[in-house]
Nanobody
Framework: QVSLVESGGGLVQVGGSLRLSCAAS????????MGWFRQAPGKQREFVAT???????SYADSMKGRFTISRDNAKNTMYLQMNSLQPEDTGVYSC??????????????????WGQGTQVTVSS
């Protein structure tokens, strides 16, 4: 089992940047694929990015070229660098752990463990 805690959210102006972190506690962080999801008010949770245990990454189309997902297994931490933020990027960003560590999974159903989320607000 793994526990996840996000940090790094906040208020930023259009075009700004934020770096989110997801700290994992418990055993076996490196044995999980990891993902970021977000949920805007009144909308369903949507996939943002994922990284496998071996570092293979995948992004939602609207995030490609702006967001970068990474992980540091020695620190049990995953990151999401977000650049060129837009108002439509506003939402609660949550990290999640996928026991199928070598798969690219974009569905939240594939992820067993979730953090509580961190709010990102982009003002215009």
């Amino acid at each position: 089992q793994v526990s996840l805690v996000e940090s790094g959210g906040g208020l930023v102006q259009v075009g700004g940047s934020l770096r989110l972190s997801c700290a994992a506690s418990g055993r076996g962080f490196s044995a999980y694929g990891m993902g970021w999801f977000r949920q805007a008010p009144g909308k369903q949770r949507e996939f943002v990015a994922t990284i496998t245990a071996t570092g293979i990454t995948s992004y939602a189309d609207s995030m490609k070229g702006r967001f970068t997902i990474s992980r540091d297994n020695a620190k049990n931490t995953m990151y999401l660098q977000m650049n060129s933020l837009q108002p439509e990027d506003t939402g609660v960003y949550s990290c999640a752990a996928n026991p199928n560590r070598f798969r690219i999974d974009r569905s939240p159903m594939a992820y067993n463990y979730w953090g509580q989320g961190t709010q990102v607000t982009v003002s215009s």
